[in-house]
């Protein structure tokens, strides 16, 4: 909860940059005849990283930046939140933000690109640490 509502403030918004989201739609992308995935589309590249594959420092994407001063919330890595669901014998851990990477070869992936602040999307945990890759992050807290 931490992470959501230091990313959406205490005004709601759909995105770190802005409560209106005019432009910004989600676009089915059909990859098989029962597995449809939404792509972000109208995302402002100067706003987060739009899926190019590639990391950047945080702080790039200056016109990204939220009423918080917090940068890269959105389309830099997939944020781990301290939201955990257990659901039978599978653990999920809830990411956030989306990532750089955007894969195209495969939908065995989490799908990439920027996301909305409140778009949450499941982790199975298979075991604690599984998580580590290239495109997983986390934040610290810091209390003023």
């Given at each position: 909860m931490e992470w959501q509502y230091a990313a959406q403030t205490t005004d709601y918004r759909d995105w770190p940059w802005t409560k209106d989201a005019k432009g910004i739609v989600r676009e089915e992308e059909p990859v098989t005849g029962t597995l449809t995935v939404f792509k972000i589309k109208g995302v402002d590249s100067t706003q987060a990283n739009t899926g190019d594959g590639k990391l950047y420092p945080v702080?790039?994407?200056?016109?990204g930046v939220n009423p918080n001063g917090l940068y890269d919330l959105s389309g830099c890595v997939w944020q781990l939140t301290n939201d955990i669901y257990q659901v039978g014998n599978y653990t999920y851990i809830i990411m956030k933000g989306g990532s750089y990477y955007n894969p195209t070869s495969s939908w065995w992936y989490v799908q990439g690109g920027p996301r909305e602040v409140h778009f949450r999307q499941f982790l199975l945990r298979v075991s604690p640490g599984f998580e580590r890759n290239a495109t997983v992050?986390?934040?610290?807290?810091k209390d003023f």
């Open positions: 702080g790039k994407y200056k016109n992050g986390f934040r610290c807290v």
